[in-house]
T-cell receptor, first 115, second 112 residues
Framework: DGGITQSPKYLFRKEGQNVTLSCEQNLNHDAMYWYRQDPGQGLRLIYYSQIVNDFQKGDIAEGYSVSREKKESFPLTVTSAQKNPTAFYLC??????????????FGPGTRLTVL | SQQGEEDPQALSIQEGENATMNCSYKTSINNLQWYRQNSGRGLVHLILIRSNEREKHSGRLRVTLDTSKKSSSLLITASRAADTASYFCATFEFSQGGKLIFGQGTELSVKP
């Protein structure tokens, strides 16, 4: 899992609640990414950030928000607007900002369940 | 948007056999990467092959890339029970900025 930590490992959310998933990296990587993985599926990109104080929407950004105030941190908030948030969430980072030829280093993931 | 599609979706073999997984994609790529995911864990990078390369080796792994057919294959030789995992291909498309596009994965089960 490299130098990326995600917390918590398991998270339970009640209907209507916002929850924040933590992602921290000590690799001094420029770019960071959030993915969602549903059972038996591949990864879908939620948001990504190539530099501090900047981020872009991925393919499924609705109902999610992020911030990138520090290079090493990229928290993801799952808002009440996300109607089906139960999934496995993965954070990743790449050394370069473009990510073009870089491999992605992944955290261990957070499993979010809506009660 | 899904770019890579893996085939087969699931593969079950005996220890010692070779495992071959295929990945097809739709548009021009800069590179193609293979990742492994153990159940309930994050992904681990295995190998990257660039669009101007045809074959690459890493230990028991062999990856081929055929850009004319827009396809890649991952071969694991002399498989072990510890190779049991899901394997994903991911492509870096020129049109997608800083994004990797992941396929849905092949679930490999190696029986001892």
């Amino acid at each position: 899992d490299g130098g990326i930590t995600q917390s918590p490992k398991y998270l339970f959310r009640k209907e209507g609640q916002n929850v924040t998933l933590s992602c921290e990296q000590n690799l001094n990587h420029d770019a960071m990414y959030w993915y969602r993985q549903d059972p038996g599926q591949g990864l879908r990109l939620i948001y990504y950030s190539q530099i501090v104080n900047d981020f872009q929407k991925g393919d499924i950004a609705e109902g999610y928000s992020v911030s990138r105030e520090k290079k090493e941190s990229f928290p993801l908030t799952v808002t009440s607007a996300q109607k089906n948030p139960t999934a496995f969430y993965l954070c990743a980072s790449t050394r370069g900002a473009s990510g073009r030829t870089d491999t992605q280093y992944f955290g261990p993931g957070t499993r979010l369940t809506v009660l | 948007s899904q770019q890579g599609e893996e085939d087969p979706q699931a593969l079950s073999i005996q220890e010692g056999e070779n495992a071959t997984m295929n990945c097809s994609y739709k548009t021009s790529i800069n590179n193609l990467q293979w990742y492994r995911q153990n159940s309930g864990r994050g992904l681990v990078h295995l190998i990257l092959i660039r669009s101007n390369e045809r074959e690459k080796h890493s230990g028991r792994l062999r990856v081929t890339l055929d850009t004319s057919k827009k396809s890649s294959s991952l071969l694991i030789t002399a498989s072990r029970a510890a190779d049991t995992a899901s394997y994903f291909c991911a492509t870096f498309e020129f049109s997608q900025g800083g994004k990797l596009i992941f396929g849905q994965g092949t679930e490999l089960s190696v029986k001892p």
